[in-house]
């Protein structure tokens, strides 16, 4: 395995694997402090790919002001081992100077899918998010990039970025990996004291009951976002920023939930660590879900 800091070097092994090696390219693209999540999503590169690349990179620009930048978990030397175990080829572990080199000033926006849920509570986000997943595909060009479903919208995102700019790529979207409690992994949890990661999994049973709800026959999403804000409300240690029923695919707001795929998406803090999770309310069979485009 070899890790790779600068963006040339990562450019030029990935082209040379391509093109002279003709073999597969995986991008698993991360912020390190690596967990269970990440590594559902490298095991399944690993499966997929040839040639595995994981990306190891906190990207100031998708934290906002008075965000956890400076403070998010770092610890390379750990992920380097993790990585190792599963067979990773190469680590790219750029600094903030390599992909935002002086003068940088493009960004990508996603227009319609950016504002709502995660980007209405962090203004510029996902602005972050897509300026940076394209550097990262533009420099490795991979065959297939893996993402979770822990952030649903940020998948969506992808998806749109990577059909609209037309990368050569197709993405992997996995499920949400979860603790024995229901809690979903996040590098985030590291900052949760034992009695907030209890009161933590208050999210997850919020999203459960609302599917509970759903399946005894409820169609008002208001309705099922009561279920959810009433179950959080009553865990002392845990403040919803939102919940929202949504198209799956659209992200459009439902009043009433029909056919269509549904998510049920949830931002709180518990104690100063905001969390978030989501579920599918009404998931389709998979025969029945159209290939993605
Ligand atoms: P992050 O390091 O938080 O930017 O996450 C990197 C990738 O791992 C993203 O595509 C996340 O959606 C995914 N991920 C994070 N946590 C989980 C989880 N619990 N289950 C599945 N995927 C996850």
Redesign the pocket.
């Known amino acids: 395995m070899e890790i790779i800091n600068r963006r040339q070097r990562m450019s030029s092994v990935a082209r040379k694997i391509r093109r002279e090696q003709d073999r597969t390219v995986g991008l698993?693209?991360?912020?390190?402090?690596?967990?269970?999540?990440?590594l559902?999503?490298v095991r399944e590169a690993r499966r997929m790919c040839d040639v595995v690349v994981v990306t190891v990179f906190v990207n100031p620009a998708q934290f906002g002001p008075g965000e956890d930048f400076e403070h998010y978990p770092r610890d390379l030397t750990r992920d380097t081992a993790l990585l190792t175990d599963y067979n990773v080829d190469y680590i790219f572990a750029p600094t903030v100077e390599e992909i935002y080199p002086k003068g940088f000033s493009t960004y990508v926006n996603v227009e319609g899918l950016s504002e709502q849920l995660e980007g209405a509570s962090r203004p510029g986000h996902f602005r972050g998010v897509a300026t940076v997943v394209t550097v990262l595909l533009n420099t490795i060009r991979p065959d297939f990039a893996?993402?979770?479903?822990?952030?649903a919208q940020?998948?969506l995102i992808i998806r749109r970025l990577v059909k609209d700019l037309a990368f050569d790529t197709e993405v992997v979207v996995?499920?949400?990996?979860?603790e024995d409690s229901g809690l979903?992994?996040?590098?985030r949890n590291l900052y949760l004291t034992s009695d907030e990661q209890n009161s933590a999994t208050v999210i997850h049973k919020a999203l459960v009951q609302a599917k509970k709800a759903f399946k005894e026959g409820e169609r008002n999403a208001h309705r099922i976002i009561d279920v959810v804000r009433n179950t959080i409300d009553a865990e002392p240690r845990a403040r919803l920023d939102y919940v929202t029923v949504a198209d799956a695919e659209t992200l459009e707001k439902l009043d009433r939930i029909d056919e269509r795929p549904t998510l049920i998406a949830v931002a709180a803090y518990v104690g100063k660590t905001r969390l978030i999770d989501n579920l599918i309310l009404n998931k389709v069979k998979k025969k029945d879900v159209a290939a993605p485009q």
């Not at 698993?28 to 990440?38: F, K, N």
């Not at 893996?146 to 952030?151: V, W």
């Not at 979903?184 to 590098?187: C, K, P, R, V």
């Open positions: 698993v693209p991360t912020m390190g402090a690596l967990h269970e999540g990440h559902s999503l893996f993402f979770g479903q822990k952030d940020q998948a996995l499920p949400i990996v979860r979903a992994i996040s590098s």
